[in-house]
């Protein structure tokens, strides 16, 4: 159970709730195991009241010996000195249970206001606590771990530990109280006749730490699987169109069924394994309820026969102690059937909360420890014999790498599939840490920048375009702190091309673009894309083959908008295609994460190599259009 001291902090915070919680759970126990002792004495008045009416010479011992709770007694106390008639008697009886019952059944309304309120509070705390945790963790993190399974885990895990915190946590303290009043009455009313009446309590306890073990297993085993069935159902909701494409929504269904049959027999099998909790509580409360007014019955008829044959005896089982017996056991019926439950639902926060605890004891690498300045960053940006592997995949995919941007300058990088471009910018945005060399701007290692302050400076365009399931407007304006003007939107809007689409739109900029922009086509969401980075008007930009899908018209106005935009900043552009370039200062050709070429279009043009041989190459495959293109940009 080591797991769960990680919610300690929580309850702690509500320590307040939690106390209060616990005096409401103690009051209202204590009013209602007053019950039986009410219940006892009007069952011995009503007994002594019929044996006189028989001339039976055990009357006057009817409550001889009975020890009552004090407020009981000064019921007693006033109903004998004021010789309150047997009728007044049952009446004043009743309304006094009536009393306790609803006070006892306040402090329970007060008790759940107060723990599981807490509980709520608690609920709402860790998975905010977890969702800022997933924030901080780095990219490489996602790597390793599906959407599925991070939200299996904020979802339903802290929803059990939640169970934890609330109903658990408040019949663990209800059973206690339980337990301790009616042990406490129980024994003072009749010590051997408790012993019996408890005597099935200790195979219970045994049963309860046999199941528990196999409960806990069972419970990960579960979990396991239900972060499993939800990825296995995400992925096949975000790949719906290539599922229908090829037609296998059979073989999706097929293996989503294989996935849901795994996790139904592991439910099943802890569903049978519950339900041996409440057919064993049943039975043992039904034994000891047999026990009560069986031993109880044998007392109380020794004792009778030795009032009879005129021994001295202490008579304490009477007709009322074994009724009194009797609802004390019924009043633990409850508690202790709810042991299991309650054993259970911990044995499942304990899992639950241990794999939060997996993700939550996960350090991020990229650590911001460079304060926030109001200076905007800038200067000269140097890969220094810098060399980066994938931890997750052990693919090296920069080697000794050695370049320098000059402030204000347009690079243009180029290579094939794997070549280590799309690495360069996830570096620089410090996405990941090189594991050699040191990465530069404004001859300050990137470590000593402020993380926020660089990610915020830096505009990065990624090849794999997301956008969120809100408006045109909210998805531009997506990077920035403040609040963007409209002007601001359509201004970035038209520099990325896409203004003029987005007027044909039925709600213009405020039309709802759907999950990661299903309702656009692959160029708009590309475009968008590109406003979103552009709206934040960076000193660096870096656009990472994010024109893939537009034709060449609308990238060749793209192109030409953005040599505009980037007047006197600092511009990476990773790509693939060629005619996409524009008065570049510098082209750098990657292979195998170092660079083969490098220089202006003239000195590669000038040189058999890799970027000659593909632009001579597009070109042939392009025609005259892109060669005019091309030409105008590059000189």
């Given at each position: 159970m080591k797991q769960l001291s990680a919610v300690n902090k929580y309850l702690w915070k509500y320590k307040t709730r939690l106390f209060w919680g616990i005096i409401f759970i103690i009051l209202s126990n204590y009013f209602r195991i007053l019950a039986p002792q009410v219940s006892g004495y009007v069952v011995d008045k009503v007994t002594q009241v019929i044996k006189q009416q028989n001339g039976d010479i055990t009357a006057s011992h009817s409550t001889k010996n009975i020890s009552y709770d004090v407020l009981v007694k000064k019921l007693i106390d006033m109903v004998e000195t004021r010789q309150i008639s047997f009728a007044n008697m049952i009446i004043l009886s009743g309304i006094t249970l009536l009393i306790l019952a609803l006070l006892g059944g306040f402090f329970m309304f007060l008790m759940r206001q107060t723990i599981i309120v807490m509980s709520r509070h608690i609920e709402f705390d860790q998975k905010n606590d977890v969702y800022k945790h997933y924030q901080q963790l780095d990219v490489s993190f996602y790597k390793v771990h599906s959407t599925g399974d991070l939200?299996?885990?904020?979802?339903?895990?802290?929803?059990?530990?939640?169970?934890?915190?609330?109903?658990?946590?408040?019949?663990?303290?209800?059973?206690?109280?339980?337990?301790?009043?009616?042990?406490?009455?129980?024994?003072?009313?009749?010590?051997?006749l408790t012993i019996y009446v408890l005597a099935p309590l200790p195979i219970l306890a045994i049963a309860i730490y046999s199941v528990n073990t196999l409960i806990h297993k069972k419970s990960t085993v579960i979990q396991g699987l239900l972060s499993d069935l939800t990825t296995t159902a995400q992925e096949s909701y975000s790949g719906i169109r290539v599922i229908k494409s090829f037609v296998q929504e059979k073989a999706m269904l097929r293996f989503f069924n294989n996935s849901s049959e795994a996790y139904k027999k592991s439910a099943v099998s802890l569903a049978k394994l519950e339900a041996i909790y409440f057919p064993t509580m049943a039975l043992l409360i039904g034994i000891s309820t047999l026990l009560t007014i069986a031993i109880g019955g044998w007392y109380h008829a020794a004792?009778?026969?030795?009032?009879?044959?005129?021994?001295?005896?202490?008579?304490?089982?009477?007709?009322?102690?074994?009724?009194?017996?009797?609802?004390?056991?019924?009043?633990?019926?409850?508690?202790?059937?709810?042991?299991?439950?309650?054993?259970?639902?911990?044995?499942?926060?304990?899992?639950?909360?241990?794999?939060?605890?997996?993700?939550?004891?996960?350090?991020?690498?990229?650590?911001?420890?460079?304060?926030?300045?109001?200076?905007?960053?800038?200067?000269?940006?140097?890969?220094?014999?810098?060399?980066?592997?994938?931890?997750?995949?052990?693919?090296?995919?920069?080697?000794?790498?050695?370049?320098?941007?000059?402030?204000?300058?347009?690079?243009?990088?180029?290579?094939?599939?794997?070549?280590?471009?799309?690495?360069?910018?996830?570096?620089?945005?410090?996405?990941?840490?090189?594991?050699?060399?040191?990465?530069?701007?404004?001859?300050?290692?990137?470590?000593?920048?402020?993380?926020?302050?660089?990610?915020?400076?830096?505009?990065?365009?990624?090849?794999?375009?997301?956008?969120?399931?809100?408006?045109?407007?909210?998805?531009?304006?997506?990077?920035?702190?403040?609040?963007?003007?409209?002007?601001?939107?359509?201004?970035?809007?038209?520099f990325a091309s896409v203004h003029n689409e987005i007027l044909n739109f039925d709600k213009q900029y405020q039309t709802m673009i759907g999950e990661r922009g299903v309702t656009l086509s692959g160029g708009q969401k590309q475009r968008i894309s590109i406003a979103r980075g552009l709206i934040k008007n960076p000193e660096i930009v870096v656009f990472d083959d994010c024109l893939s899908a537009v034709d060449a018209k609308t990238e060749s106005e793209i192109v030409t908008n953005l040599y505009r935009f980037l007047q006197h900043k600092t511009a990476i552009i990773i790509t693939h295609r060629i005619f996409s370039t524009f008065r570049f200062d510098k082209i750098v050709v990657l292979e195998d994460g170092a660079i083969i070429e490098q220089g202006t279009h003239e000195q590669l043009m000038a040189q058999p190599g890799y970027y000659a041989e593909l632009y001579r190459l597009q070109l042939t495959e392009t025609g005259d259009d892109n060669v005019g293109i091309a030409s105008v940009l590059t000189d």
């Amino acid at each position: 159970m080591k797991q769960l001291s990680a919610v300690n902090k929580y309850l702690w915070k509500y320590k307040t709730r939690l106390f209060w919680g616990i005096i409401f759970i103690i009051l209202s126990n204590y009013f209602r195991i007053l019950a039986p002792q009410v219940s006892g004495y009007v069952v011995d008045k009503v007994t002594q009241v019929i044996k006189q009416q028989n001339g039976d010479i055990t009357a006057s011992h009817s409550t001889k010996n009975i020890s009552y709770d004090v407020l009981v007694k000064k019921l007693i106390d006033m109903v004998e000195t004021r010789q309150i008639s047997f009728a007044n008697m049952i009446i004043l009886s009743g309304i006094t249970l009536l009393i306790l019952a609803l006070l006892g059944g306040f402090f329970m309304f007060l008790m759940r206001q107060t723990i599981i309120v807490m509980s709520r509070h608690i609920e709402f705390d860790q998975k905010n606590d977890v969702y800022k945790h997933y924030q901080q963790l780095d990219v490489s993190f996602y790597k390793v771990h599906s959407t599925g399974d991070l939200m299996n885990r904020i979802a339903e895990d802290v929803s059990r530990v939640r169970m934890y915190t609330g109903p658990a946590l408040m019949y663990v303290i209800n059973l206690s109280s339980t337990i301790a009043f009616s042990l406490y009455f129980m024994f003072k009313a009749n010590n051997e006749l408790t012993i019996y009446v408890l005597a099935p309590l200790p195979i219970l306890a045994i049963a309860i730490y046999s199941v528990n073990t196999l409960i806990h297993k069972k419970s990960t085993v579960i979990q396991g699987l239900l972060s499993d069935l939800t990825t296995t159902a995400q992925e096949s909701y975000s790949g719906i169109r290539v599922i229908k494409s090829f037609v296998q929504e059979k073989a999706m269904l097929r293996f989503f069924n294989n996935s849901s049959e795994a996790y139904k027999k592991s439910a099943v099998s802890l569903a049978k394994l519950e339900a041996i909790y409440f057919p064993t509580m049943a039975l043992l409360i039904g034994i000891s309820t047999l026990l009560t007014i069986a031993i109880g019955g044998w007392y109380h008829a020794a004792e009778t026969a030795k009032i009879a044959a005129g021994l001295q005896t202490a008579y304490t089982v009477t007709a009322g102690t074994i009724t009194e017996f009797v609802i004390y056991v019924n009043l633990l019926t409850f508690p202790v059937s709810a042991i299991g439950w309650t054993a259970s639902m911990i044995q499942r926060a304990a899992a639950s909360q241990k794999r939060l605890n997996e993700f939550l004891d996960t350090k991020p690498n990229i650590t911001d420890i460079a304060p926030r300045t109001a200076t905007k960053i800038g200067g000269d940006i140097v890969f220094d014999d810098v060399t980066f592997t994938y931890a997750h995949t052990g693919i090296t995919a920069i080697k000794n790498f050695k370049l320098t941007i000059k402030q204000g300058e347009k690079i243009l990088v180029i290579g094939k599939t794997g070549s280590g471009k799309s690495t360069l910018a996830q570096l620089l945005l410090r996405f990941y840490n090189p594991d050699e060399g040191v990465i530069k701007i404004g001859n300050h290692p990137l470590q000593n920048v402020s993380l926020h302050q660089l990610r915020e400076q830096v505009s990065y365009v990624p090849q794999d375009v997301f956008l969120f399931s809100d408006t045109v407007a909210n998805n531009i304006s997506f990077g920035l702190d403040k609040k963007a003007t409209q002007e601001m939107v359509e201004e970035a809007a038209k520099f990325a091309s896409v203004h003029n689409e987005i007027l044909n739109f039925d709600k213009q900029y405020q039309t709802m673009i759907g999950e990661r922009g299903v309702t656009l086509s692959g160029g708009q969401k590309q475009r968008i894309s590109i406003a979103r980075g552009l709206i934040k008007n960076p000193e660096i930009v870096v656009f990472d083959d994010c024109l893939s899908a537009v034709d060449a018209k609308t990238e060749s106005e793209i192109v030409t908008n953005l040599y505009r935009f980037l007047q006197h900043k600092t511009a990476i552009i990773i790509t693939h295609r060629i005619f996409s370039t524009f008065r570049f200062d510098k082209i750098v050709v990657l292979e195998d994460g170092a660079i083969i070429e490098q220089g202006t279009h003239e000195q590669l043009m000038a040189q058999p190599g890799y970027y000659a041989e593909l632009y001579r190459l597009q070109l042939t495959e392009t025609g005259d259009d892109n060669v005019g293109i091309a030409s105008v940009l590059t000189d």
